[in-house]
């Protein structure tokens, strides 16, 4: 066997066993998850406890991990070695007898069966092992030190001091009780996160993602900079169903990063388009990678209120971006896209627009049927099925293989989330435990000096630092049990809470120096990984931003009287123009030094929600003022406009 990146492993059992049973295992893990979502067991008569399913589900993914993910991560597969053939086993075998026998070892659990205690012992080695190999050395010492935590924490002295809890407990009730590894975060990403990436999958590989991206460049590709415009349009349709931002950097980046480089924009500047546009997919209504529905579980609040309240930040996230692709394409004369490489718009229309049907089903079944995330997910699948069957896209029609093809890859790729799900759900057991997720709270304030404005800055930096490398999913279930519950605390919304944990979480996506989507993205641009990161940031900045503003004004989630709403809404958009046009330095013409300062100025007053502050309402009068006098003076006009398009 030889490992490191872009080595291969080999072993005993053949490559086409592995894929055969990976495949078999992590289709079996699909179907499982669906049928959850078509409430079969219940109409089948199978009533078990939650946490037998979620065991058997664990096994099904444990098997499938051992079968594709080599030890050494980068390496390709060959074969299995006889340990990793051994590991899958052995997983399936341990969580297949726990969820038999768990109504039986549930009773008994206050005694410590020996049979929980060494399967438990088992399921926690494999899942640390399953989180190294999908997330990495960092969240695997990460997750080991709270193990050590969970033993020593009676030890610590002063206010971070915890219970003294004997080994064998705490193995058993991190592994079986339904607070800890098999409680909620596990429960989201089997069902609704299953049922809602098969059905992303099931749009891609039936043709779905080939319109968006074609529909994006008829409708966006004639104006300047239309090849920037295409990715933002292109990415945010297909990001908030894609559950990853990075690989929805890759998917449709690898059609629109050579686009805008074709176009004129330098090598970094179009991944860190890129890169922007596909993170924000993770916070775009109504989906928005699956995220809204863990939030909404953990607020024990309906995933509509969810919705609502992320859409105004969306929208001036997506608001933000549009506008300084287009003022770039003006500062450095971009012209629209080559008129050869631009489809008609209706012939494009006609062959996609049933690929909108399945989008209708999803929103009709979630806010007028009411019915729960993960079977609205199955009735967009069931209905995109036939769409791809008999019409396809283009003349191009998938078959029936698909609909298996997609339950296997839909497997494979949910390995990882599951992973780092069961790690949320053992970070969740230690503090609840040990009882120091009350003190790590009381720790934030305490270090904060109670203080609103400090907690806030500690936990984006947090957020931030903890979510680098992770899937937005992962980021968000961890920054939920240990950075939210301090900000509640202080007297924050809960429904603000989160969300500020969500969009830092997600930043760790674009922050250097780990950057995970912006340096995918310059590897698919061939650009230097850090300028892309920090162009990213730029890119990006709304999003550093709003989550402090909707915290301090509610109207921004969707919260206070209509009239409120729709000014807050109507400044911070103008004021986000603003702010664009200074960091760009350019409007209908080149901006000096003064003048960008003056753009700034006025951005930031009309961003400033007037709710945030008493007498809030004078900084958007200020702001409003000092816009009217860039007009009258000319700060909105200039030649710059009328400087011919760069080919």
């Known amino acids: 066997m030889t490992g490191g990146d872009g080595d291969t492993v080999q072993g005993p059992i053949a490559s086409w066993t592995v894929r055969i049973a990976g495949r078999l295992l992590g289709g079996l893990l699909t179907a499982a998850a669906l049928a959850e979502a078509a409430d079969l067991y219940r109409a089948a008569g199978i009533v078990v406890f939650a946490e037998q399913r979620l065991l058997a589900l664990l096994g099904l993914a444990l098997g499938t991990l051992y079968l594709l993910k080599p030890a050494r991560p980068g390496a390709k597969r060959l074969g299995v070695p006889w340990f990793d053939a051994l590991a899958a086993a052995t997983g399936l075998a341990v969580c297949a007898y726990l969820s038999w026998h768990y109504e039986r070892i549930f009773e008994e659990l206050y005694s410590r069966p020996r049979d929980a205690l060494v399967g438990g012992a088992v399921i926690l080695a494999l899942v640390a092992e399953g989180v190294r190999r999908t997330a990495g050395p960092v969240l695997f010492v990460f997750l080991l030190s709270f193990f050590a935590l969970g033993l020593m924490s009676h030890l610590i002295p002063g206010q971070f001091q915890g219970r003294d809890v004997d080994i064998d407990r705490l193995v058993i009730y991190l592994s079986l009780d339904s607070n800890s590894l098999v409680g909620i975060p596990l429960t989201v990403a089997t069902t609704i996160v299953i049922a809602f990436i098969y059905f992303g999958n099931l749009l891609d590989l039936s043709g ?279 900000m509640v605390e202080v007297g924050i919304p809960p429904m603000a809470a989160h969300l500020f944990a969500l969009y830092f979480g997600m930043l760790s996506l674009i922050t250097p120096p780990v950057a995970v989507a912006a340096f995918t993205a310059a590897t698919v641009a061939g650009a230097n990984f850090m300028r892309t990161g920090f162009a990213a940031v730029h890119f990006g900045w709304t999003a550093y931003v709003v989550p402090f503003l909707f915290v301090l004004a509610p109207e921004l989630l969707m919260q206070g009287s209509a009239l409120r709403i729709l000014h807050t809404s109507a400044t911070a958009v103008i004021g986000v123009w603003l702010v664009s046009a200074g960091f760009m330095g350019f409007f209908a013409r080149p901006l000096g030094a003064v003048h960008r300062g003056l753009f700034l100025a006025a951005g930031a007053l009309l961003f400033f929600p007037a709710g945030g502050v008493s007498h809030g309402i004078w900084t958007d009068v200020a702001g409003a003022c000092l816009a009217g006098a860039l007009a009258a003076t000319g700060g909105f006009g200039g030649e710059g406009s009328r400087r011919p398009a760069r080919a």
């Open 208 to 486: 779905g993602s080939r319109f968006f991206t074609d529909i994006s460049t008829a409708l966006m590709g004639r104006y300047r900079g239309g090849s920037a415009k295409i990715a933002v349009t292109a990415s945010s349709l297909f990001g908030s169903i894609s559950g990853s931002a990075t690989s929805n950097v890759v998917s449709t980046g690898v059609i629109t990063i050579p686009l805008m480089k074709k176009g004129g924009y330098p090598a970094h500047t179009a991944g860190a388009i890129e890169a922007v546009a596909s993170t924000g997919g993770q916070l775009m209504p109504p989906m928005m990678g699956a995220a809204a529905f863990v939030m909404a579980e953990f607020l024990q609040i309906s995933y509509q209120e969810v919705v609502l309240a992320a859409l105004i930040p969306a929208i001036l996230y997506y608001v933000a971006l549009f506008i300084q692709a287009d003022l770039y394409a003006a500062r450095e004369r971009i012209a629209r896209v080559d008129a050869a490489s631009i489809p008609r718009r209706w012939p494009v229309f006609r062959s996609g627009w049933p690929y909108v049907a399945p989008f209708a089903v999803v929103i009709l079944c979630l806010f007028y049927l009411n019915l729960r995330p993960e079977t609205s997910a199955l009735w967009a699948s069931g209905s995109l099925v036939p769409i791809g069957l008999f019409i396809g896209y283009q003349g191009e029609r998938m078959s029936w293989s698909v609909i298996f093809t997609v339950l296997a890859k839909t497997g494979a790729l949910c390995v990882q989330l599951l992973m780092i799900s069961c790690m949320a759900g053992i970070i969740i057991g230690v503090l609840n435990i040990t009882g120091l997720g009350f003190a790590l709270t009381q720790a934030i304030i305490h270090l904060a000096g109670g203080q609103t404005a400090m907690i806030l800055l500690l936990a984006a930096l947090i957020s931030i630092v903890l979510g680098m490398g992770m899937p937005t999913l992962g980021v968000y279930l961890l920054l939920a049990t240990l950075v939210t519950p301090s």
